[in-house]
């Protein structure tokens, strides 16, 4: 089994910072890509970075110049560093792994719990 483990939520003051963390564990071998997609009060789910195994990263338009996502790929772990935080950034943010080979299969994707991100006026 794959298990991602995320961290770094709160609340914080619009304007402030928040480091995000997810860690993928369960005897893997690889992992193609890793995001953070997040998903507000009454709105899907939407993508808001993503990184590949060779360091391609995208963004959603609304955090571009804000938002830096970082990867691991020796420890599994990607991590989003949040800045210039507004409050139309509170939303429950979920890590997600694609393509993640393993001992026994490969998984085309897996989720994490989520994490609360509250940005307060």
């Known amino acids: 089994q794959v298990y991602l483990a995320e961290s770094g939520g709160g609340l914080v003051q619009a304007g402030g910072s928040l480091r995000l963390s997810c860690t993928a564990s369960g005897s893997i071998f690889s992992i193609d890509a890793m995001g953070w997609y997040r998903q507000a009060p009454g709105k899907q789910r939407e993508l808001v970075a993503r990184?590949?195994?060779?360091?391609?990263?995208n963004y959603a338009d609304s955090v571009k110049g804000r938002f830096t996502i970082s990867r691991d790929n020796a420890r599994n772990m990607v991590a989003l560093q949040m800045d210039s935080l507004k409050p139309e950034d509170t939303a429950v943010y979920y890590c997600?792994?694609?393509?993640?080979?393993?001992?026994?299969?490969?998984?085309?994707?897996?989720w994490g719990q989520g994490t609360l991100v509250t940005v307060s006026t």
């Open positions: 997600k792994a694609e393509d993640i080979a393993t001992v026994i299969r490969t998984y085309p994707e897996r």
């Open positions: 990184i590949t195994s060779s360091g391609t990263s």
